[in-house]
């Protein structure tokens, strides 16, 4: 009796063992048919991706949406390929569509912000603002100092009707010389300068204040002297020569500030320091010159100008310096060319000068051909001539 109990026991242990074998043994076959059936779709998800990606970088976009649709229905935790997709639905205009899949991709990887962005740049174009300034001011807790952020912060409020928000974003971006231009910005733009209201200098304090960036800085001393802020910018200005001392165009904004304030020997040595790469600060320097009585000076200053970049203008001035310099001749030729582009302002200046006893008759009969109308109604205007 006990024998036969312990074959039984040994028997059920047997058939236990087999039938945990052919468990197992049947676990692991579907487990591992499993894991080749999720092996294929990944490789089937990778040929399509693949080709949808090649479609795209060559300018075939139906085929690349076909293939990226494939794929992504295949397999939906590539942040890549669903950005891919969104990218191809905002060029067909299916927005809505479009923000879901960068909203997709951003859950999947979330260190990748450009897909935020993207989703925020949807809302906008779906008019739902509220929702993009909501994103947008989550990637500015990322990172500052992007410039797209700012645009798209600028005219997401302005279009929500918050215009003093977007003013703010706008300020922000009036200083970086990419979007001077730009095409969203201007209704935002002329909002801002029809507002003629001037920040008060603590509100002027921008990112690049404390740079030592070149690019930066010369950005910053634009803005204020867009701002009316003359002295920051002459500030900024000088920060930049302390930084290259033949800086152009800190220079050249130098001496148009000391000249606008009547500093007339700093005006003068900054506009030399770019006068030999500059038409325009060569005519200020001439006109320097020409205010404190230096007029050999100017007329040189004025001659190199004209021959970088003739003007009637600087004609009329080396005329008169050339007058005030007792350089009869030189003026005469001046005055001349001056009659080829302009009789009239020729005439007048000739009449100007002849009434404060300068010019001889020879030089009046020179340009006898210029006298053929009665202008006699310009000479009466001469004040233009005189402070000349």
Aim: hydrophobic residues 35%; aromatic residues 10%.
């Amino acid at each position: 009796m006990e024998r036969g109990f312990m074959k039984r026991i040994k028997r059920v242990s047997l058939l236990t063992a087999v039938v945990l074998v052919m468990a197992v043994t049947l676990y692991g076959t579907q487990r591992y048919s499993t894991y080749e059936a999720e092996q294929e779709e990944v490789r089937k998800f990778q040929q399509l991706a693949f080709k949808g990606y090649s479609a795209i970088n060559t300018g075939r976009d139906e085929e690349a949406l076909k293939q990226y649709e494939a794929a992504v229905a295949i397999y939906d935790k590539d942040d890549a390929s669903l950005s891919d997709l969104a990218t191809l639905y905002r060029k067909k205009g299916r927005i809505k569509e479009a923000r879901a899949l960068y909203e997709k991709a951003y859950k999947v990887e979330q260190d990748k912000y450009k897909h935020l962005y993207n989703a925020a740049l949807c809302d906008y174009l779906l008019e739902d603002y509220d929702s993009a300034v909501k994103k947008v001011m989550e990637l500015m807790h990322q990172d500052k100092k992007r410039s797209k952020y700012y645009r798209l912060l600028a005219i997401s409020h302005f279009a929500n009707g918050e215009r003093e928000k977007a003013m703010g974003a706008y300020a922000v971006l009036m200083q970086r010389k990419s979007y001077q231009n730009d095409e969203l910005l201007k209704k935002v733009k002329s909002a801002y300068d029809a507002l003629e209201v001037k920040p008060e200098p603590e509100e002027l304090r921008f990112a690049y204040e404390d740079t030592d960036a070149v690019e930066e800085l010369e950005d910053l001393m634009q803005r204020y002297v867009e701002e009316g802020y003359d002295i920051k910018a002459l500030r900024t200005a000088q920060k930049i020569l302390g930084i290259e001392e033949e800086h152009n165009g800190a220079h050249k904004m130098a001496a148009e500030l000391f000249y606008r304030h009547d500093v007339m020997d700093e005006a003068g040595r900054h506009a030399e320091a770019v006068s030999v790469h500059d038409a325009r600060s060569l005519e200020m320097l001439g006109g320097i010159q020409q205010r404190i009585g230096e007029h050999e000076k100017a007329l040189e200053s004025y001659e190199r100008s004209y021959a970088m970049q003739p003007k009637t203008e600087l004609l009329r001035a080396m005329a008169v310096c050339a007058f005030h310099a007792k350089r009869t001749k030189e003026m005469a030729e001046y005055l001349e060319r001056l009659g080829e582009f302009d009789p009239q302002l020729a005439h007048r200046v000739v009449y100007a000068l002849e009434t404060k006893s300068g010019v001889t008759h020879t030089t009046w009969e020179k340009l006898e051909y210029l006298i053929k109308d009665d202008l006699l109604g310009l000479y009466c205007d001469l004040r233009g001539c005189h402070d000349a």
